[in-house]
């Protein structure tokens, strides 16, 4: 089985709370169509904090003292929800697939499941600006006609599919445990999924998938604050985040 995983946690801003609406219910809408197609796949929604927003979601009560996105996600990787699961898609809470993307997903899938567990998928991202997100949402959900005239004007994101275990991927849930998991040294925002993705292709072939991916919904950029967010690589990023400098 494959179980696609969306991670959401309250920032305190309506428009990540809105994609995560929008992302979840698209993501279902996709699964429920891929497992009519004969595809052994799910979907869940792991939600963190005090504070809860969905009904449906597998909650995990934690204080948000820092970003700690590694943290979260080994939480997701080892749940029991994941016990008879085989593969895993991690995929950030403002993405989405349309229709049209779903025999991709669909033979993605199938490659793994064929792969006797010898690879991970890496994606691109599909970026929508802030205007063109205001332009394709109606009532927390996407205009399909609009989203599709407005396409030839969206931008490729290329940094997830070149190198990094973040964005969206899909990855053998064995793997991703022996190795470890994510580096809870990592407390504020970014280079978690860099570490990530070095130390899972020690157990298994990357292939990244370029041109290929999720729609990405613009959200505000994450503000400076030494719990959530500091340049990365920085003296004060090092001091926080329990890590060795790269050499």
């Given at each position: ?5 969306i ?8 428009i990540?709370?809105e994609?995560t609406?929008i992302?979840w ?18 979907c869940s ?6 504070k ?9 009560e934690?204080?948000l003292?820092?970003?700690e996105?590694?943290?979260?996600i080994?939480?997701?990787?080892n749940?029991?929800?994941?016990k008879?699961?085989r593969?895993v898609g ?5 993405l989405?697939?349309?229709?049209e993307?779903?025999?991709?997903v ?6 793994l ?23 394709v949402?109606?009532?927390e ?6 989203l599709?005239?407005?396409k030839?004007k ?13 964005g ?21 925002w970014g280079?978690e ?5 070095t130390r ?8 990244p ?12 950029r994450?503000t ?7 340049q ?12 060795e400098?790269?050499?």
């Amino acid at each position: 089985m494959t179980n696609i995983i969306i991670l959401y946690w309250d920032t305190g801003c309506p428009i990540r709370n809105e994609n995560t609406k929008i992302s979840w219910k698209l993501t279902k809408r996709m699964v429920e169509s891929l497992k009519e197609r004969g595809l052994n796949i799910t979907c869940s929604l792991f939600e963190f904090g005090q504070k809860f927003y969905f009904d449906d979601s597998v909650k995990i009560e934690m204080t948000l003292d820092y970003y700690e996105r590694s943290k979260k996600i080994n939480i997701a990787l080892n749940h029991e929800i994941n016990k008879e699961v085989r593969f895993v898609g991690i995929m950030d809470s403002d993405l989405f697939f349309i229709e049209e993307q779903y025999d991709e997903v669909f033979n993605d899938v199938r490659e793994l499941e064929n792969s006797s567990d010898t690879m991970f998928f890496t994606y691109n991202l599909l970026d929508l600006n802030e205007e063109q997100r205001r332009e394709v949402i109606v009532n927390e959900d996407i205009d399909l006609e609009k989203l599709k005239d407005l396409k030839s004007k969206f931008e490729w994101r290329h940094s997830w599919g070149s190198g990094t275990l973040g964005g969206y991927f899909l990855a053998p849930l064995q793997h991703l445990k022996t190795m470890g998991g994510y580096d809870e040294k990592y407390l504020t925002w970014g280079a978690e999924d860099d570490d990530a993705i070095t130390r899972l292709k020690n157990y298994c072939g990357w292939n990244p998938k370029m041109w290929k991916g999720p729609y990405h919904l613009f959200h505000p950029r994450n503000t400076k604050d030494e719990k959530y967010y500091i340049q990365v690589y920085t003296d004060e990023y090092f001091k926080i985040n329990k890590i060795e400098r790269p050499r």
